[in-house]
């Protein structure tokens, strides 16, 4: 399984991304995605998670109402709009597959990881 992740980028306080992560190897309909970010100098922390059909969809508190997971399971790729960007929103976000199909927070329940992609915001 790989896993490509993309649509990082440097933006404004305020402003929006869409962050895309494509999976080959795997059926997309067998599998749970999750983003997960990681900020200089602290700990990779759970940012979203999906279902396999799509139908469950859980995030972390601080991004509750800025940012949105969804699934095209016909292209094997998920995505992560980010809007209301912060400051603090600046890290490494990364896409992780977890293949038993159910929404997780922990960094230890996925099986799969892609690369990372960048998003600085500026203030």
């Known amino acids: 399984v790989q896993l490509q992740a993309s649509g990082g980028g440097l933006v404004q306080a305020g402003g929006s991304l869409r962050l895309s992560c494509a999976a080959s190897?795997?059926?997309?309909?067998?599998?749970?995605m999750g983003w997960f970010r990681q900020a200089p100098g602290k700990e990779r922390e759970f940012v979203a998670s999906?279902?396999?059909?799509?139908?469950?969809?859980y995030y972390t508190d601080s991004v509750k109402g800025r940012f949105t997971i969804s699934r095209d399971n016909a292209k094997n790729t998920v995505y992560l709009q980010i809007n209301s960007l912060k400051p603090e929103d600046t890290a490494v976000y990364f896409c992780a597959l977890r293949s038993d199909g159910l929404i997780a927070t922990g960094t230890s329940r996925y099986d799969y990881w892609g690369q990372g992609t960048l998003v600085t915001v500026s203030s």
């Open positions: 190897g795997r059926t997309a309909s067998t599998y749970a």
């Open positions: 999906i279902s396999r059909a799509g139908g469950t969809t």
